[in-house]
């Protein structure tokens, strides 16, 4: 089992920033990709970014591409996502979630956390 907390939601103007981060425990993090989905009321979960277990390479949905990054700490036990240049359409529920094979698809993931609220204000 690996148990996920995200933290770092929170109101914030469109054009701002966040830094959200997800602590893990249980099983050995390192073994993990870890990934990032949002989901916004009355849509889909959606892809946000992804990141190997050794941190080497990252990916990104189409909607978030050059404005949020994706980092993990080993050491820690922690993914984080800085998002940067928030937009009103950002405004979701933030998931982050472990998967030995974990990829752009939920289904690819096993471990999810509780998520933490992202809203943007126009």
């Known amino acids: 089992q690996v148990q996920l907390v995200e933290s770092g939601g929170g109101l914030v103007q469109a054009g701002g920033s966040l830094r959200l981060s997800c602590a893990a425990s249980?099983?050995?993090?390192?073994?993990?990709?870890m990934g990032w989905f949002r989901q916004a009321p009355g849509k889909e979960r959606e892809f946000v970014a992804q990141i190997s277990w050794s941190g080497h390479s990252t990916y990104y949905g189409d909607s978030v591409k050059g404005r949020f990054t994706i980092s993990r700490d080993n050491t820690k036990n922690t993914v984080y996502l800085q998002m940067n240049s928030l937009k009103p359409e950002d405004t979701a529920l933030y998931y982050c979630a472990a998967g030995l094979h974990g990829n752009n698809m939920a289904r690819r993931y096993d471990y999810w956390g509780q998520g933490t609220q992202v809203t943007v204000s126009s």
């Open positions: 249980g099983r050995t993090f390192s073994d993990y990709n």
